[in-house]
């Protein structure tokens, strides 16, 4: 029958909202980090693959460099500088160039086990 123990629990499971799945531990997570750059003649000491990957893949970074102190990685995707969608390598690193003062660099992470939590705020 309809009013049976076992129809009413099968009819809370089918009207109960479904959790979503949890993130997998390599699930690319979103992060924002804060730069300064004095002038446009400072440079970040950050470096692009150069393949057209969208977002733009982050290579290498100089060691002791602004990028490398800010909380950036190699291997971060560079997805937007201080709101501006960033289309692939080159572009980025000519806007890098010819921006200064306070930037937010949006970057896409997948190893969140290498995150300076010091220097790098959690937007997902």
Do not use: N, W, Y
């Not at 102190?69 to 190699?74: D, R």
């Not at 921006?99 to 997948?110: D, I, K, N, W």
């Amino acid at each position: 029958p309809a009013s049976s123990p076992a129809a009413r629990l099968l009819a809370a499971r089918l009207e109960a909202p479904v959790p979503p799945a949890a993130a997998s531990p390599d699930s690319p997570r979103e992060l924002t980090i804060a730069v300064h750059k004095a002038s446009s003649a400072d440079r970040l000491g950050v470096s692009f693959v150069q393949d057209g990957s969208r977002p733009p893949l982050i290579r290498k970074l100089a060691a002791g460099g602004q990028a490398e102190a800010a909380g950036l990685l190699a291997g971060d995707r560079l997805i937007s500088i201080s709101g501006v969608s960033c289309t692939d390598g080159r572009s980025a690193a000519e806007q890098l160039r010819a921006t200064h003062g306070a930037l937010l660099l949006r970057v896409q992470r997948r190893d969140m086990s290498r995150t300076c939590l010091g220097h790098v705020s959690d937007m997902s």
